[in-house]
Protein backbone atom coordinates (compact mmCIF):
# COMPACT_ATOMS: atom_id res chain seq x y z
CA UNK A 1 0.00 0.00 0.00
CA UNK A 2 0.42 3.98 -0.16
CA UNK A 3 3.55 5.21 2.25
CA UNK A 4 3.24 7.98 4.07
CA UNK A 5 6.44 9.58 5.45
CA UNK A 6 6.42 13.09 7.61
CA UNK A 7 9.46 14.90 8.63
CA UNK A 8 11.01 15.91 11.13
CA UNK A 9 9.30 13.55 13.45
CA UNK A 10 9.58 15.82 16.71
CA UNK A 11 10.24 20.02 16.68
CA UNK A 12 10.58 22.15 19.53
CA UNK A 13 10.31 26.29 18.57
CA UNK A 14 10.19 29.46 20.16
CA UNK A 15 7.02 31.63 20.08
CA UNK A 16 7.33 33.64 17.30
CA UNK A 17 9.33 31.17 14.95
CA UNK A 18 8.06 29.64 11.66
CA UNK A 19 8.54 26.14 10.34
CA UNK A 20 7.78 23.71 7.77
CA UNK A 21 6.08 20.53 8.15
CA UNK A 22 6.90 17.83 5.13
CA UNK A 23 4.67 15.06 4.13
CA UNK A 24 6.28 11.95 1.48
CA UNK A 25 3.66 10.03 -0.19
CA UNK A 26 4.78 6.96 -2.60
CA UNK A 27 1.91 6.97 -4.90
CA UNK A 28 -0.40 9.41 -6.72
CA UNK A 29 -3.41 10.41 -4.51
CA UNK A 30 -6.64 12.05 -4.70
CA UNK A 31 -7.17 13.86 -1.36
CA UNK A 32 -4.65 14.99 1.00
CA UNK A 33 -5.66 16.55 4.33
CA UNK A 34 -3.35 18.11 7.42
CA UNK A 35 -4.54 17.42 10.80
CA UNK A 36 -3.87 18.93 14.18
CA UNK A 37 -4.03 16.82 16.93
CA UNK A 38 -4.18 18.96 19.96
CA UNK A 39 -3.02 18.08 23.60
CA UNK A 40 -6.73 16.72 24.33
CA UNK A 41 -6.55 14.46 21.62
CA UNK A 42 -8.92 16.53 18.86
CA UNK A 43 -8.44 15.99 15.49
CA UNK A 44 -8.92 19.22 14.06
CA UNK A 45 -8.85 19.67 9.91
CA UNK A 46 -6.44 22.41 8.44
CA UNK A 47 -6.47 21.93 4.87
CA UNK A 48 -8.19 20.23 2.34
CA UNK A 49 -5.28 20.18 -0.49
CA UNK A 50 -4.83 17.48 -2.80
CA UNK A 51 -2.83 19.74 -4.88
CA UNK A 52 -2.23 23.77 -5.06
CA UNK A 53 -1.74 25.87 -2.12
CA UNK A 54 -4.08 27.34 0.23
CA UNK A 55 -3.69 29.93 3.41
CA UNK A 56 -5.95 29.79 6.63
CA UNK A 57 -4.44 32.91 9.05
CA UNK A 58 -0.57 31.83 10.24
CA UNK A 59 -0.81 28.23 8.46
CA UNK A 60 -0.52 27.82 5.13
CA UNK A 61 -0.12 24.26 2.70
CA UNK A 62 1.34 23.24 -0.70
CA UNK A 63 0.50 20.12 -2.15
CA UNK A 64 2.57 19.20 -5.13
CA UNK A 65 0.91 16.12 -6.70
CA UNK A 66 3.31 15.72 -9.41
CA UNK A 67 6.31 15.16 -7.52
CA UNK A 68 4.56 13.71 -4.43
CA UNK A 69 4.77 15.76 -1.74
CA UNK A 70 2.58 18.43 0.65
CA UNK A 71 4.42 21.09 2.99
CA UNK A 72 2.44 22.92 5.73
CA UNK A 73 3.27 26.12 6.84
CA UNK A 74 3.20 27.81 10.62
CA UNK A 75 4.36 31.34 10.74
CA UNK A 76 4.60 33.36 14.30
CA UNK A 77 3.99 30.32 15.78
CA UNK A 78 2.20 30.00 19.41
CA UNK A 79 1.94 27.72 22.32
CA UNK A 80 -1.50 26.44 20.98
CA UNK A 81 -0.01 25.17 18.19
CA UNK A 82 1.65 22.64 20.17
CA UNK A 83 0.20 18.77 19.48
CA UNK A 84 0.99 16.39 16.35
CA UNK A 85 0.48 17.66 12.76
CA UNK A 86 -0.76 14.47 10.62
CA UNK A 87 -0.45 14.12 7.41
CA UNK A 88 -2.97 12.01 5.71
CA UNK A 89 -3.79 10.44 1.67
CA UNK A 90 -6.58 8.74 0.24
CA UNK A 91 -5.67 6.12 -2.40
CA UNK A 92 -8.36 4.24 -3.15
CA UNK A 93 -10.70 4.75 -0.77
CA UNK A 94 -9.28 5.47 2.70
CA UNK A 95 -7.48 7.50 4.37
CA UNK A 96 -3.80 6.34 4.96
CA UNK A 97 -1.84 8.36 7.94
CA UNK A 98 1.63 9.17 8.63
CA UNK A 99 3.67 8.90 11.45
CA UNK A 100 2.69 12.67 12.83
CA UNK A 101 5.09 15.61 13.51
CA UNK A 102 5.15 16.29 17.80
CA UNK A 103 5.68 20.52 17.42
CA UNK A 104 6.24 22.02 21.17
CA UNK A 105 5.89 25.62 20.81
CA UNK A 106 7.92 27.34 24.02
CA UNK A 107 6.83 30.91 25.31
CA UNK B 1 -25.97 16.99 12.55
CA UNK B 2 -23.37 19.73 11.41
CA UNK B 3 -20.12 17.54 13.07
CA UNK B 4 -19.52 14.03 13.89
CA UNK B 5 -20.96 12.93 17.06
CA UNK B 6 -19.04 9.75 18.83
CA UNK B 7 -20.03 8.50 22.22
CA UNK B 8 -19.17 7.64 24.77
CA UNK B 9 -16.25 10.04 24.88
CA UNK B 10 -14.32 7.90 27.76
CA UNK B 11 -15.05 4.24 28.53
CA UNK B 12 -13.53 1.54 30.68
CA UNK B 13 -14.12 -1.69 30.51
CA UNK B 14 -12.59 -5.10 32.04
CA UNK B 15 -10.74 -7.46 30.17
CA UNK B 16 -13.05 -10.08 28.19
CA UNK B 17 -16.04 -7.40 28.70
CA UNK B 18 -17.68 -6.14 25.53
CA UNK B 19 -17.18 -2.63 24.28
CA UNK B 20 -19.86 -0.71 22.08
CA UNK B 21 -18.84 2.88 20.26
CA UNK B 22 -21.46 5.09 18.84
CA UNK B 23 -20.62 7.58 15.82
CA UNK B 24 -23.49 10.07 14.54
CA UNK B 25 -22.07 11.32 11.01
CA UNK B 26 -22.75 14.56 9.57
CA UNK B 27 -25.80 15.01 8.43
CA UNK B 28 -26.34 13.92 4.15
CA UNK B 29 -22.60 12.06 4.50
CA UNK B 30 -22.96 9.05 2.43
CA UNK B 31 -19.37 7.41 3.95
CA UNK B 32 -18.19 6.53 7.32
CA UNK B 33 -15.04 5.76 8.64
CA UNK B 34 -13.58 3.89 11.95
CA UNK B 35 -10.00 4.65 12.71
CA UNK B 36 -8.15 3.30 15.74
CA UNK B 37 -5.35 5.33 17.78
CA UNK B 38 -3.07 3.95 19.93
CA UNK B 39 -0.64 6.05 21.89
CA UNK B 40 -1.42 8.93 20.13
CA UNK B 41 0.17 8.10 17.16
CA UNK B 42 -0.70 5.14 14.00
CA UNK B 43 -3.93 5.59 12.81
CA UNK B 44 -4.86 1.89 11.93
CA UNK B 45 -7.98 1.85 9.34
CA UNK B 46 -10.58 -0.37 10.27
CA UNK B 47 -13.92 -0.54 8.49
CA UNK B 48 -15.84 2.03 5.95
CA UNK B 49 -19.40 2.16 5.28
CA UNK B 50 -21.10 3.53 2.02
CA UNK B 51 -24.61 4.27 4.39
CA UNK B 52 -25.43 1.13 5.41
CA UNK B 53 -23.42 -0.97 3.52
CA UNK B 54 -20.02 -2.62 4.57
CA UNK B 55 -17.56 -0.38 1.53
CA UNK B 56 -14.05 -1.89 3.21
CA UNK B 57 -13.39 -4.33 5.98
CA UNK B 58 -10.01 -4.96 5.54
CA UNK B 59 -8.76 -3.32 8.78
CA UNK B 60 -11.10 -5.30 10.93
CA UNK B 61 -9.96 -7.69 13.92
CA UNK B 62 -12.96 -9.88 12.52
CA UNK B 63 -12.77 -12.33 15.82
CA UNK B 64 -13.83 -9.67 17.92
CA UNK B 65 -14.77 -6.27 16.23
CA UNK B 66 -17.89 -5.91 14.57
CA UNK B 67 -19.92 -2.64 13.09
CA UNK B 68 -22.73 -1.53 12.12
CA UNK B 69 -24.62 1.74 10.02
CA UNK B 70 -28.73 1.09 10.43
CA UNK B 71 -30.68 2.91 8.55
CA UNK B 72 -32.01 6.08 11.26
CA UNK B 73 -29.80 4.99 13.75
CA UNK B 74 -26.26 5.83 14.81
CA UNK B 75 -23.49 3.67 13.78
CA UNK B 76 -21.80 1.77 16.07
CA UNK B 77 -18.43 -0.39 16.57
CA UNK B 78 -18.40 -3.10 19.23
CA UNK B 79 -15.52 -5.21 20.30
CA UNK B 80 -16.76 -8.33 22.42
CA UNK B 81 -14.00 -10.06 24.81
CA UNK B 82 -12.10 -6.93 25.00
CA UNK B 83 -8.15 -7.29 25.45
CA UNK B 84 -5.65 -4.97 27.03
CA UNK B 85 -4.18 -4.34 23.65
CA UNK B 86 -8.04 -2.62 22.62
CA UNK B 87 -7.12 0.14 24.87
CA UNK B 88 -6.94 2.92 22.68
CA UNK B 89 -8.84 6.10 20.96
CA UNK B 90 -11.86 4.98 18.62
CA UNK B 91 -11.94 7.87 15.76
CA UNK B 92 -15.11 8.18 13.49
CA UNK B 93 -15.17 10.12 10.10
CA UNK B 94 -17.62 11.12 7.71
CA UNK B 95 -17.44 12.17 3.91
CA UNK B 96 -19.95 13.17 1.64
CA UNK B 97 -20.56 10.86 -1.24
CA UNK B 98 -17.08 9.37 -2.77
CA UNK B 99 -15.26 7.58 0.42
CA UNK B 100 -13.04 10.59 0.78
CA UNK B 101 -11.56 10.76 -2.83
CA UNK B 102 -12.14 14.55 -3.51
CA UNK B 103 -13.94 15.69 -0.56
CA UNK B 104 -12.66 16.35 2.92
CA UNK B 105 -13.18 13.85 5.80
CA UNK B 106 -14.18 15.02 8.90
CA UNK B 107 -13.63 13.59 12.50
CA UNK B 108 -15.22 13.03 15.19
CA UNK B 109 -13.53 14.07 19.16
CA UNK B 110 -12.96 10.18 19.30
CA UNK B 111 -14.10 7.59 22.58
CA UNK B 112 -11.53 6.50 24.55
CA UNK B 113 -11.04 3.04 25.06
CA UNK B 114 -9.42 1.78 28.28
CA UNK B 115 -9.23 -2.02 29.31
CA UNK B 116 -8.08 -2.51 32.59
Known amino acids: GIQVEQSPPDLILQEGANSTLRCNFS?????LQWFHQNPWGQLINLFY???GTKQNGRLSATTVATERYSLLYISSSQTTDSGVYFC?????????FGAGTILRVKS | GEEVAQTPKHLVRGEGQKAKLYCAPI?????VFWYQQVLKNEFKFLIS????????ETGMPKERFSAKCLPNSPCSLEIQATKLEDSAVYFC??????????????FGEGSWLTVV
Open chain 1, 27 to 31: DSVNN
Open chain 1, 88 to 96: AVVNGNKLV
Open chain 2, 27 to 31: KGHSY
Open chain 1, 49 to 51: IPS
Open chain 2, 49 to 56: FQNENVFD
Open chain 2, 93 to 106: ASSPQTGGTGNTIY
